[in-house]
């Protein structure tokens, strides 16, 4: 598994990124911190760079934590009773393929968070075959629960909704599987509310997090613009001009409305409070506007087929950026060397051609029929959960209805809180769903 994933780590050197990438380490050079992502991935490539002067150092260690998390799943399932062979062949196959192997080399917090997700199934299934948790169990999946909330902001949702389940699975041990949610859903907040503040780390901007309530406002103003008063206008023109907000009313992502030039940052931080008390009067008036525009962006989730309207609808994959300059200028990486370190230095020119070339087979020009199945999560989320309900049937094992449980709480969250058409948001359960084909397939067998 690593030495696959080693390979893409030496044609991506030191490896891609985006927009978001850059912004994890700007601020931590340029100041000041801002807990808006993951203040652990933050400071994990700003140790790299401070103490190698490169950022490698994350993406190798990605790829080391991918690979165990990966071989874990594989011997769980295969304890559980999944087929050896084909087991092993489908875990051997997905490094290769470029929404795991290229993303794996992703500076991305989201990379760590899949790892978590990864290995919390992993669990999950080693407990269903042993029937029943060990105090060890609780401890890894406290463990690995704290991390899903400490790399990802909506993580604690995503624990929650999985502990929720778990408690009706499992029939042993439930207090301390309470606790253990509890601590992961409460220090991820106590850290951005209390302690980080404390030590000089800035809390999210209001606008970062009610922005998908600004898409909602948005959507509902391009289309029932006759629900908003004269004073709401006003409002919102003194944020970004009216035509913004019409223009930034596609349910698919809220990026055509908040990250454009005309949209005022420090005025819309200013009166977030009303912005948000005009989505609630809107979720009272209007509660199934509301409702679809969250279920349209959230579609990454629910819906296994791309989405119609371009760009704003389509699935995101990867930058093709090589360098940092390309979103914060020149001037700003001159200006702060170690920004410098977002630049494509491929170990082998012919290795990163390669690379290349197969990424872009399976989401460039006339891949759209592969997309749904390499890129967007719902269709292996559901697969997932008529996997892990057939095991549970067919070998009368309750526990196994646990190996579901986190791809729930990460479906089910991504439904209800998401930006944008973004892949990596559901990429976990595309992984997972692969790897239980054929635990899917025994079962069906095994019942027949």
């Known amino acids: 598994m690593q030495g696959v994933l080693l390979l893409w780590w030496a044609a991506y050197y030191p490896g891609l990124f985006s927009r978001d990438s850059v912004l994890y380490l700007s601020h931590t050079i340029v100041g000041p911190w801002v807990s808006d992502h993951s203040v652990l991935y933050d ?16 993406t190798f260690l990605q790829t080391t934590a991918m690979a165990a998390a990966i071989t874990w799943l594989c011997e769980s399932l295969k304890a559980l009773g999944a087929p050896r062979r084909w087991t092993t062949a489908i875990t051997l196959l997905l490094p290769f393929l470029p929404p795991l ?47 899903l909330g400490l790399f990802r902001a909506n993580g604690f949702l995503v624990v929650a909704i999985a502990v929720a389940v778990l408690l009706v699975v499992f029939r042993t041990r439930r207090v301390r599987l309470a606790l253990a949610g509890l601590i992961a859903v409460g220090v991820p907040l106590a850290l951005t509310s209390v302690v980080l503040p404390q030590a000089g780390i ?74 948000m008390e005009l989505w609630q009067r809107l979720l009272r008036e209007e509660p199934a506007l509301v409702v679809e525009a969250r279920l349209c962006r959230g579609s990454i989730a629910w ?7 371009g760009r704003a609808g389509g699935t995101y994959h990867f930058s093709l950026r090589r360098h940092a300059a390309a979103y914060v200028g020149l001037e700003v990486v001159n200006q702060f060397p170690e920004l410098g370190a977002y630049a494509l230095r491929p170990l082998s020119q ?25 890129y967007r999560g719902a269709f292996w989320c559901y697969l997932t959960y008529l996997a892990a309900a057939l095991a549970a049937w067919s070998r009368r094992n309750r526990y196994a209805l646990g190996i579901a449980t986190v791809v729930a709480g990460q479906q089910l969250a991504v439904m209800a809180n998401i930006s944008a058409q973004d892949f990596r948001y559901m990429a976990s359960p595309i992984f997972i769903g692969m790897m239980l084909v054929p635990l899917l397939v025994s079962s069906l067998r095994r019942k027949h």
């Open 202 to 275: 800035k809390p999210p901007s209001r606008t970062f997090v009610y922005h998908t309530a600004y898409g909602d406002v948005a959507v509902l103003y391009a289309r029932r613009p006759d629900l908003f008063t004269p004073a709401d206008l006003t409002l919102m023109a003194s944020i970004a001009p009216l035509e913004r907000w019409r223009k930034g009313g596609t349910c698919y992502t809220i990026n055509t409305l908040i990250w454009r030039g005309d949209f005022n940052w420090p005025v819309s931080d200013a009166r977030a409070g009303e912005i």
């Open 350 to 374: 012919p290795l990163y051609h390669a690379a290349d070339a197969w990424r872009e087979v399976t989401y460039g020009k006339g891949s759209e029929a592969v997309d749904w199945l390499l």
């Open 101 to 147: 192997g290229a993303f794996t080399v992703t500076f991305w917090k989201d990379v760590p968070f899949t790892i978590c997700v990864i290995a919390l199934t992993a669990v999950c299934a080693r407990v269903a075959a042993r029937r029943g948790p060990r105090n060890g169990d609780l401890l890894a999946l406290g463990a690995l629960f704290l991390g």
């Open 43 to 58: 400071a994990m490539l700003w140790v790299s760079v401070k103490t190698t002067g490169d950022l490698s150092a994350v």
């Open 303 to 309: 819906h296994p087929l791309p989405n119609p309207e």
